[in-house]
């Protein structure tokens, strides 16, 4: 069998004629009587709609019109009668593929109109299977580019984290250059996380906070640490040369692009908030709250340890030196913060 058409005709003769003709040139024919029974019958299996325009109860309009309602894309070929030109117009602008006059005189011409709108559904269905498969690659693609990415995320992700490893062992082999600095990188990360999350920091800044919390002096590894073990104050040249390691620090993890924010902070950590600190005097609303929080929690730690040239403070000496310098060196909001903290039980035992 061919093509599969649809018919629908309210007068029996032409309705049979035409279903005659279409199956003398090898078509199955589903043949009915009216326009609603057009959309009750009408399936994706058919090629061809063969309208009627003139019926009872739903004219030719009127099923086009139901067609289209329910996104049926099978082409429309109207019959009309003599002096219904007018109608055949108008039924190719509601979409009709096509007309033709009845009763049917010529059969080759019929037969090439019907033959035109099969291949107008060809192409139709074909239009349809690409969009359908595009559409499947499409997805495929798109799963097969998210697995990728969540793979490169995973790869990404280990690679921060062994950087990051690498990092804490020379944070690690730095300490080991002088006693009285042992511990301090730890204590001042638990500080700072304490303080952070008594603040309640998002969880993104406080896995920022952390890293440049432990990395905020690694500065000093490239810096003769040997000057601040002498006893008694430090020269000003020895003290230019310690005043370096904030920006030393900021260079050695500038190639690690996911550590911008970092950066940022270990190259401040000894701003002010009156802007008399270094290595660029800024302060104010320039410095953001991370590196106000390390500020405070690397001067209460050098405060409370003990050095070789003086000795460490009590914690409640230390406390009254940090409210002090509160508006100059440091934010009072935070100072407040962290003395709660430090008073509390929520301090820990990190010395």
């Not at 060809?122 to 239009?127: A, D, H, N, T």
Request: with cysteine; proline share 3%.
């Amino acid at each position: 069998m061919g093509a599969k058409i649809l018919i629908a005709d309210d007068d029996d003769l032409v309705r049979n004629a035409v279903e005659k003709i279409l199956t003398m040139f090898d078509y199955e024919v589903v043949a009915v009587a009216s326009g609603r029974e057009v959309l009750r019958t009408v399936t994706d299996d058919f090629d061809v709609i063969i309208l009627d325009i003139n019926m009872p109860d739903m004219d030719g309009f009127q099923t086009i019109e139901g067609l289209n309602r329910q996104h049926c894309d099978v082409p429309v070929l109207f019959l009309t009668g003599a002096g219904s030109m007018d109608y055949a117009i108008k039924a190719i602008n509601l979409g009709a593929y096509d007309f033709m006059t009845k009763p049917i005189d010529d059969i080759e011409l019929f037969h090439v109109k019907v033959k035109r709108a099969i291949e107008k559904r060809g192409f139709i269905l074909k239009e349809k299977n690409y969009r359908k498969n595009l559409e499947y690659e499409v997805r495929e693609k798109t799963k097969e580019l998210a697995e990728k990415n969540v793979l490169l995320e995973r790869y990404s992700l280990q690679l921060e984290e062994a950087t990051v490893q690498v990092m804490s062992s020379l944070q690690a082999a730095l300490e080991e250059k002088d006693m009285y600095t042992a511990g301090h990188t730890r204590r001042v990360t638990q500080y700072s996380l304490l303080l952070g999350q008594e603040i309640q920091l998002s969880p993104e800044d406080m896995v920022v906070l952390e890293r440049a919390s432990h990395f905020h002096d690694i500065g000093k590894l490239v810096i003769d640490l040997s000057c601040i073990q002498k006893p008694g104050k430090l020269t000003a040249e020895e003290w230019a040369l310690i005043k370096k390691h904030p920006e030393v620090g900021a260079n050695i993890i500038q190639p690690l692009k996911f550590t911008e924010r970092e950066r940022s902070i270990i190259l401040h950590h000894h701003e002010r908030i009156d802007g008399q600190g270094y290595p660029e005097g800024i302060g104010g609303d320039d410095l953001d709250t991370l590196t106000r929080i390390i500020t405070i929690a690397d001067s209460y730690d050098a405060m409370t340890s003990r050095r070789n040239y003086r000795r460490n403070l009590t914690v409640p000496e230390a406390v009254s030196e940090l409210r002090r310098c509160a508006g100059t060196q440091f934010d009072p909001r935070l100072v407040e913060v962290f003395a709660g903290i430090i008073f509390s039980n929520k301090s820990v035992a990190v010395h």
